[in-house]
């Protein structure tokens, strides 16, 4: 892609109602500038793919659309089989509408449990020891919780225009951080990674503190404890992914995940 082009594929996401990031395209491209990807047909973009490597181990399916007055003629399937051979032996993971997830399966992903959109109105108290990060703060935080490297995703991710990004510091260790970007509508928050609830919310609490409209948040559903985070706070569930995973991903503590980064990107 272009960055013109990856501002389309923003743009087709929007109209399906995924609400992307407003600024999303640069740091997407700065994640893998070769693993998103766009398939022409005249001339003309006719659908769009992001398969960005993590590493050397992982990677992640994303932003796959195929341009709503082409589908059902292959072009889906042929950029699909062209974003996979970038992986390699890599694992990779993708977060999957409940419809498409027999599709999926056919091309070897397992569903897990379910990732779950809450919808949440700002306000709140912003709490003094929760201060900026820089991206190289946030590094060997983001790898544990994420399961790979990303420098690169990170560092355009905190330069995005309108990102406010938070953390707290004990013993001279980041042990949480947190982003809040302006979306298509409203806002989103993530990443949201803590080391338990208490933390989670005061972060949360901090990142949309002086908002006084909606923003939105992704939580796995299989950290009960994330949950609660939205339930405390009587936000309202909206829609739901399944993340599914083709291979073994890397670990990574879960137990960190308080909300996703980005169903586009993982």
């Not at 796995?220 to 936000?235: N, V």
Request: net charge negative; charged share 20%; aromatic share 10%.
């Amino acid at each position: 892609m272009t960055p013109a082009d990856a501002e389309l594929a923003l743009d087709w996401a929007a109209a399906e109602g995924w609400n992307p990031g407003r600024h999303d395209a640069a740091s997407f491209l700065a994640a893998d500038p070769a693993g998103l990807l766009v398939g022409l047909q005249d001339d003309a973009p006719a659908a769009v793919i992001a398969c960005v490597r993590y590493g050397d181990a992982f990677g992640f399916v994303g932003l796959y659309i195929v341009r709503a007055d082409l589908r059902g003629h292959g072009h889906g399937m042929e950029l699909w089989r062209a974003g996979h051979e970038l992986f390699g032996d890599r694992a990779s993971a993708l977060e999957a509408v409940e419809a498409q997830i027999p599709n999926y399966a056919r091309s070897g992903y397992v569903a897990g449990d379910w990732t779950q959109r809450w919808e949440g109105r700002g306000g709140g108290v912003a709490h003094p020891d929760v201060g900026p990060v820089a991206p190289a703060d946030v590094l060997d935080l983001d790898a544990r919780a994420f399961g790979a490297p990303r420098e690169a995703f990170l560092r355009g991710w905190l330069a995005q225009p309108e990102v406010v990004a938070r953390g707290l510091w004990r013993n001279g260790a980041l042990v949480r951080y947190g982003v809040r970007r302006r979306s298509r509508a409203g806002w989103k928050v993530g990443p949201l990674f803590a080391a338990g609830l208490p933390d989670a919310g005061t972060l949360l609490d901090a990142l949309v503190a002086d908002l006084d409209g909606p923003y939105w948040i992704d939580i796995p559903r299989a950290h009960p404890t994330a949950t609660r985070l939205a339930t405390d706070r009587h936000m309202t569930p909206v829609f739901r992914t399944a993340r599914m995973v083709r291979g073994t991903a890397p670990p990574h503590d879960a137990s960190l995940v308080f909300g996703v980064t980005s169903l586009e990107l993982g």
